[in-house]
């Protein structure tokens, strides 16, 4: 347009402003374009070339956006996407080959932007297997032994119930179902992973609590809480209690092949189906009474929403559902986490903002306006753990775009340092910014995903900064685990647990694990 047909420029000299404006932070049309109209006219023309860049596009993709809310999931629009990408591949290639004979490119300039890309990749690889071999060491030298050595409950049996943010052990308190499964899970794991007996014997520890102790013999389930000595205290059956348990003893039994292990998981999956399970408005409701009725308190915790249906319960129903059919091939659970994937694209996910609602009343109807980063993000790769895990292509092909979309919605909570900061309640316009534990790993994780699976850079880099800071700020050398949080004002939080009902092992293990499992040595060598 600018050389062929309006005899603006020379072409030799559009080459040499395309190299420029690629130099340059910004859009590459734009900075072209403002090139282009300087050379013209000079600050009215880069104006006025601005204007004309930005403006059209700008109004055409904002027309298409509305149109495309209403109707991205209609299969007529999704077969038109499909039909125009070939015509997208021609239009990108054909000025490609067009350009690159004017700047006299010839085997000897690709041999050498090859190298340098070479180059480039190796420096990106070699910098995240470092990050790797970080990892593995803190995992074993600090995290898991902390947890061996400081959690063990050898009076009473299985593991105590809370050590305070100041290092005091709290033998008295009471002993959590989520963290007794969580500690089996991540256990579990790294027996599969490093194999050595002291996992077997801690991730064994848990199972045998879980089944011994937690799990309700006469009403199914398990208990939310014992008291310190292994008698049931709380004996409410919190669904999300019960999709732990399931993803704890699934994985003991991907580790080991345990026949209890997975007979127990299979359990549970049944009567989460049978008594959370919502056949007529779909989803999974909350929480029951041990004997399965009613309950007014269906909260997870004191600062959730009191509502039926929540994104968190159904994000960890998604998680364990995803590994137990890693061990198990039934065609009901296939239907039910093909459901469940379901659920987040057509309920859960906010099409127009990209971020996960949180709570829900009986008809998925939500009224309240807050955004979790972490859990966007987290949920961003779980999503996609369990296509990825069914192995089917189509779903795939729906649901990857929505993983970036998510992904990109949480990034809002980044900050310079690569962090990412708790949540925003946006009807009160109060954002809480203190960057805790959990969302740090979740940020590694979701980000590394998209390394791996979409060979998104930036996102990697996003992860590293991300490790950076956790290594900086929430990794405790002194005496072991991470801490709970930094807040807002730089300083560390010791006022929360070190380790307790909440704060497990679970999610920074998870991070290193994913990480030691993604980027293998063997495959770092053949990439």
Not at 379 to 387: Q, V
Request: glycine share 6%; net charge negative; proline share 3%.
């Amino acid at each position: 347009e600018v050389v062929d047909k309006q005899n603006w420029i020379k072409r030799e000299d559009f080459v040499d402003a395309l190299a420029i404006a690629q130099s340059l932070p910004g859009v590459l049309a734009v900075n072209i374009s403002i090139l282009i109209g300087n050379k013209l006219r000079g600050l009215k023309g880069c104006l006025t070339a601005t204007l004309g860049t930005i403006l059209p596009s700008f109004l055409i993709i904002l027309a298409i956006a509305i149109w495309f809310v209403q109707t991205y999931d209609n299969p007529v629009v999704e077969r038109i996407f499909k039909g125009i990408r070939p015509a997208v591949v021609a239009l990108i290639v054909s000025p490609v080959f067009s350009t690159a004979k004017t700047a006299r490119i010839n085997i000897k300039t690709v041999i050498i932007y090859g190298f340098s890309n070479l180059n480039q990749v190796m420096a990106v690889l070699d910098i995240i297997m470092r990050m790797r071999q970080e990892m593995e060491e803190e995992l074993v030298s600090n995290i898991l032994p902390f947890w061996i050595n400081r959690m063990t409950d050898e009076v009473n049996g299985g593991f105590y119930g809370r050590i305070t943010g100041r290092e005091e052990v709290k033998p008295e308190a009471e002993k959590g179902a989520i963290l007794n499964a969580r500690i089996l899970w991540t256990f579990s794991a790294a027996y599969r992973l490093l194999k050595r007996p002291e996992y077997l014997e801690t991730a064994t520890r848990a199972k045998r609590t879980l089944i011994d102790r937690f799990y309700d013999n006469e009403f199914g389930g398990v208990y939310w809480s014992l008291d310190y000595k292994g008698n049931p205290l709380d004996t409410k059956k919190q669904i999300y209690a019960l999709g732990f348990a399931i993803y704890g003893l699934s994985e003991y039994a991907r580790a080991t092949g345990d026949d209890e292990a997975l007979a127990y998981a299979i359990r549970l999956f049944e009567t989460i189906e049978e008594h959370s399970f919502d056949p007529v408005k779909n989803g999974y409701c909350e929480a029951l009474t041990r004997e399965w009725g009613e309950i007014a308190d269906m909260r997870l915790s004191a600062k959730d929403e009191n509502e039926r249906k929540t994104m968190n319960t159904h994000l960890h129903i998604l998680e364990p559902y995803t590994n137990l059919f890693r061990v198990w091939k039934d065609t009901r659970l296939e239907r039910q986490l093909r459901n469940l994937i379901g659920l987040f694209t057509e309920r859960i996910l906010n099409i127009k903002t990209g971020h996960l609602e949180l709570f829900f009343n009986d008809d998925w109807v939500s009224k309240y306006r807050i955004v979790s980063y972490g859990h966007d993000i987290e949920a961003s790769w779980l999503i996609h753990e369990a296509a990825l895990v069914l192995g089917d292509k189509d779903l795939l092909e729906k649901v990857e775009p929505l993983v970036e979309y998510i992904a990109a919605a949480a990034d809002e909570g980044l900050t310079p340092d690569g962090s990412m900061i708790y949540e925003t309640f946006l009807d009160k316009g109060k954002t809480d910014t203190d960057r805790h534990w959990w969302v740090q790993a979740e940020n590694v994780v979701g980000h590394a995903n998209l390394y791996q699976h979409f060979d998104d850079e930036v996102a990697m880099q996003k992860a590293l900064r991300c490790w950076d800071f956790i290594k900086q700020h929430l990794v405790d050398y002194k005496y072991g685990e991470w801490h709970w949080s930094v807040r807002a004002d730089g300083t560390v939080n010791t006022d929360d647990d070190k380790a307790g009902f909440w704060k497990c092992p679970y999610h920074n293990g998870r991070m290193y694990m994913e990480i030691m499992d993604c980027f293998l040595p063997e495959t770092h060598k053949k990439q």
